[in-house]
C-alpha cells in the first residue's frame, strides 16, 4: 500500500487492474484502518479516473454474494448520496412508488455516512431485518415486488471499509461505487450523482453495459431530480437538461426536502407520504423520481411514467408494498 499511495500522492492514477487489485485486497482485510483511511481520503483530493472507478468496480462484483434475481426485469433506484443536502429518504420512497406500479426493485442500499439517515436505517427502523438469503430475497420480489439488498451482507470490502468511513463521515470514491455494484445485477438502474464529473464517468461506464439505465444530477448539486432547479440526465446515448416545469412539476424550496434531525424523524416523512399525508413538495419529489424510474424499467415516455407514479401513490399500491415487504422481511 505504501508504494501505491506514494504512486497517488504524486497525481498519478491507477490502471485498471490496480484498482481491481487494491479493492480485492481490502475486501480480504490486507490493509490496516490508517492505510485504508489515507487510500480513501486520496479521491477527496482529486478526481477518480474511469479506468480507477472501472476496475473498483469489477472486484467488488467479482467478489461480492449475487442475488437470484435473472428474469425479474429489476430496476434500481440508487443514488451516491455524498451531496450533503440532508433530505429524506427520496429514493428509497420511490422505490416502494415503482414497486407499486407491478416494475420490480432491487434496491441496494447501506447506512448513511455522510447523512442522518441512510436507505438500511430507515428500513431497520421500522423493523426490517437484513438478509442475504435467497428464498426470503426472491418472496420478496414475487410478493413485494422489491427486495432490499443491504450492501455489508453481499460486499465483503464495504464491510471491513465500513469502520473507516463511519469515522471518516465524509464521502469516499465507496459513495461513487454503490449503485454500479447491485449483486442483483439489475437490468436496469436510476443513478443520482453528486457532482457533474462524476455523471459523466457513470455514463462512459454504463455504456460500456447492457444495461437500460437513467443518471441524474441537479444542477445545484443534489443526487437526484431535486425540483429545486434544472437537472441533467443521460441515457443511454442520449443526455439534455430539463427542468421540473418540463415535466409538469413546480419548483421547491431545499428546505422543503429536509430529512429532520433523526432517523425517527424521517421515518414519519417516509410514513407519510406513503400514507399521502405528505406535503406537495415531499409528494412531487418522489413522483418525479419514480417516475423517471417506472419510465427507464418499462421503456416508456416520462410523462406516462409519472402517471403510473402518481397512480401507484395516491390509489394506496405503493404503501400495500410497503407493508407486505415488511411483513416477508422483519
Request: include cysteine; charge should be neutral.
Given at each position: 500500500m505504501k508504494e501505491v499511495l506514494n504512486k497517488l500522492f504524486k497525481y498519478q492514477s491507477l490502471e485498471k487492474s490496480e484498482a481491481k487489485d487494491i479493492l480485492s485486497n481490502l475486501a480480504s482485510g490486507k490493509y490496516n484502518n490508517s492505510q485504508m483511511a489515507a487510500f480513501l481520503t486520496v479521491y477527496l483530493m482529486r478526481n477518480i479516473t474511469v479506468e480507477e472507478l472501472s476496475g473498483f468496480r469489477d472486484a467488488m462484483l467479482e467478489l461480492c454474494v449475487r442475488v437470484p434475481a435473472k428474469g425479474y426485469n429489476a430496476i434500481d433506484l440508487c443514488g451516491t448520496g455524498g451531496d450533503g443536502k440532508d433530505t429524506f429518504n427520496i429514493s428509497t420512497i420511490s422505490s416502494f412508488v415503482v414497486a407499486g406500479s407491478d416494475q420490480v426493485v432491487a434496491k441496494h442500499g447501506n447506512y448513511g455516512v455522510s447523512s442522518v439517515c441512510g436507505s438500511s436505517n430507515v428500513l431497520e427502523y421500522f423493523g426490517c431485518k437484513f438478509t442475504n438469503e435467497p428464498d426470503t430475497i426472491q418472496r420478496s420480489f414475487d410478493e413485494a415486488k422489491i427486495s432490499f439488498l443491504h450492501a455489508p451482507l453481499f460486499h465483503p470490502a464495504m464491510k471491513n471499509v465500513a469502520p473507516v468511513r463511519k469515522e471518516l463521515g465524509v464521502k469516499t470514491f465507496f459513495n461513487m461505487l454503490g449503485p454500479m455494484v447491485n449483486p442483483a445485477f439489475p437490468e436496469n438502474q436510476l443513478v443520482g450523482v453528486f457532482n457533474l464529473e462524476l455523471a459523466r464517468l457513470y455514463g462512459y461506464i454504463y455504456q460500456e453495459t447492457d444495461k437500460n439505465f437513467i443518471i441524474l444530477h441537479s444542477l445545484d448539486g443534489y443526487d437526484e431530480v431535486s425540483l429545486t432547479g434544472n437537472f441533467k440526465y443521460i441515457i443511454n446515448r442520449k443526455e439534455g437538461v430539463m427542468s421540473p416545469e418540463d415535466l409538469g412539476f413546480d419548483r421547491v424550496q431545499p428546505q422543503d426536502l429536509a430529512g429532520g434531525e433523526t432517523v425517527k424523524d424521517s421515518a414519519g416523512i417516509f410514513t407519510d407520504i406513503l400514507e399521502n399525508r405528505g406535503t406537495a413538495?415531499?409528494?412531487?419529489?418522489?413522483?418525479?423520481?419514480?417516475?423517471?424510474?417506472?419510465?427507464?424499467?418499462?421503456?416508456?415516455?416520462?410523462?406516462?411514467?409519472?402517471?403510473?407514479?402518481?397512480?401507484?401513490?395516491?390509489?394506496?399500491?405503493?404503501?400495500?408494498?410497503?407493508k407486505k415487504f415488511l411483513e416477508i422481511n422483519k
Amino acid at each position: 500500500m505504501k508504494e501505491v499511495l506514494n504512486k497517488l500522492f504524486k497525481y498519478q492514477s491507477l490502471e485498471k487492474s490496480e484498482a481491481k487489485d487494491i479493492l480485492s485486497n481490502l475486501a480480504s482485510g490486507k490493509y490496516n484502518n490508517s492505510q485504508m483511511a489515507a487510500f480513501l481520503t486520496v479521491y477527496l483530493m482529486r478526481n477518480i479516473t474511469v479506468e480507477e472507478l472501472s476496475g473498483f468496480r469489477d472486484a467488488m462484483l467479482e467478489l461480492c454474494v449475487r442475488v437470484p434475481a435473472k428474469g425479474y426485469n429489476a430496476i434500481d433506484l440508487c443514488g451516491t448520496g455524498g451531496d450533503g443536502k440532508d433530505t429524506f429518504n427520496i429514493s428509497t420512497i420511490s422505490s416502494f412508488v415503482v414497486a407499486g406500479s407491478d416494475q420490480v426493485v432491487a434496491k441496494h442500499g447501506n447506512y448513511g455516512v455522510s447523512s442522518v439517515c441512510g436507505s438500511s436505517n430507515v428500513l431497520e427502523y421500522f423493523g426490517c431485518k437484513f438478509t442475504n438469503e435467497p428464498d426470503t430475497i426472491q418472496r420478496s420480489f414475487d410478493e413485494a415486488k422489491i427486495s432490499f439488498l443491504h450492501a455489508p451482507l453481499f460486499h465483503p470490502a464495504m464491510k471491513n471499509v465500513a469502520p473507516v468511513r463511519k469515522e471518516l463521515g465524509v464521502k469516499t470514491f465507496f459513495n461513487m461505487l454503490g449503485p454500479m455494484v447491485n449483486p442483483a445485477f439489475p437490468e436496469n438502474q436510476l443513478v443520482g450523482v453528486f457532482n457533474l464529473e462524476l455523471a459523466r464517468l457513470y455514463g462512459y461506464i454504463y455504456q460500456e453495459t447492457d444495461k437500460n439505465f437513467i443518471i441524474l444530477h441537479s444542477l445545484d448539486g443534489y443526487d437526484e431530480v431535486s425540483l429545486t432547479g434544472n437537472f441533467k440526465y443521460i441515457i443511454n446515448r442520449k443526455e439534455g437538461v430539463m427542468s421540473p416545469e418540463d415535466l409538469g412539476f413546480d419548483r421547491v424550496q431545499p428546505q422543503d426536502l429536509a430529512g429532520g434531525e433523526t432517523v425517527k424523524d424521517s421515518a414519519g416523512i417516509f410514513t407519510d407520504i406513503l400514507e399521502n399525508r405528505g406535503t406537495a413538495a415531499q409528494n412531487n419529489a418522489v413522483l418525479i423520481n419514480a417516475g423517471l424510474a417506472i419510465a427507464t424499467g418499462k421503456s416508456i415516455p416520462f410523462p406516462e411514467g409519472i402517471a403510473q407514479a402518481r397512480e401507484s401513490l395516491e390509489s394506496g399500491r405503493a404503501l400495500k408494498r410497503f407493508k407486505k415487504f415488511l411483513e416477508i422481511n422483519k
